[in-house]
T-cell receptor, first 115, second 113 residues
Framework: GENVEQHPSTLSVQEGDSAVIKCTYS??????FPWYKQELGKRPQLIID?????GEKKDQRIAVTLNKTAKHFSLHITETQPEDSAVYFC??????????????FGTGTRLTIIP | EAGVTQFPSHSVIEKGQTVTLRCDPI?????LYWYRRVMGKEIKFLLH????????ESGMPNNRFLAERTGGTYSTLKVQPAELEDSGVYFC???????????FGPGTRLLVL
């Protein structure tokens, strides 16, 4: 089955600097890679996703890159703000006729933005 | 549009008791997933319904866990009898048939003493 590894487990960044979180996956059949942000006591929320036919995707201060050959993908947050502090999870999945199959998650990265 | 809802938000029970968790997906979402996060570890898949049918239950830890989705709307996850290692946060997620994005509920925090 799929295995997703995520690094680092904790990350502290000065406000305004960039943060990078990296994930690797094992199953070459995986073709969908979402990133979820979970603030304390709240539900995981999708912040960005990428499909395997795309190498990079950007949404304002957030970007994700995918290297299919190396089986790794990364989340980049630029100009970090205090509200970016949260736990971030990467995940991998493959598609079927009814939608996506189960998400396999990384272990999470606790990002702290230092004012 | 209402999001995925879960009930209860918290549950504290003693070892050997029974607990039933409920998930109401977003209206019209045929896909319903259960996940669990134990003690700060990764979020792990439990099972997946497509409408009322179990599509994948490979993540269910053992036969003390029973999930149902009668009528293809809300789902319940029953743990009987509960053990200490069942403590964690149980998340439900839903998505449209053919859709990619899984929308998560707020979770049920279960503590087994």
């Amino acid at each position: 089955g799929e295995n997703v590894e995520q690094h680092p487990s904790t990350l502290s960044v000065q406000e305004g600097d960039s943060a990078v979180i990296k994930c690797t996956y094992s199953d070459s059949a995986s073709n969908y890679f979402p990133w979820y942000k979970q603030e304390l006591g709240k539900r995981p929320q999708l912040i960005i996703d990428i499909r395997s036919n795309v190498g990079e995707k950007k949404d304002q201060r957030i970007a994700v890159t995918l290297n299919k050959t190396a089986k790794h993908f990364s989340l980049h947050i630029t100009e970090t703000q205090p509200e970016d502090s949260a736990v971030y999870f990467c995940a991998a999945s493959s598609r079927s006729n009814f939608g996506n199959e189960k998400l396999t998650f990384g272990t999470g990265t606790r990002l702290t933005i230092i004012p | 549009e209402a999001g995925v809802t879960q009930f209860p938000s918290h549950s504290v029970i003693e070892k050997g008791q029974t607990v039933t968790l409920r998930c109401d997906p977003i209206s019209g979402h045929d896909n319903l997933y259960w996940y669990r996060r134990v003690m700060g570890k990764e979020i792990k898949f439990l099972l997946h319904f497509v409408k009322e049918s179990k599509q994948d239950e490979s993540g269910m830890p053992n036969n003390r866990f029973l999930a149902e989705r009668t009528g293809g709307t809300y789902s319940t996850l029953k743990v009987q009898p509960a053990e200490l290692e069942d403590s964690g946060v149980y998340f439900c997620a839903s998505s449209l048939f053919g859709g990619e994005t899984q929308y998560f509920g707020p979770g049920t925090r279960l503590l087994v003493l």
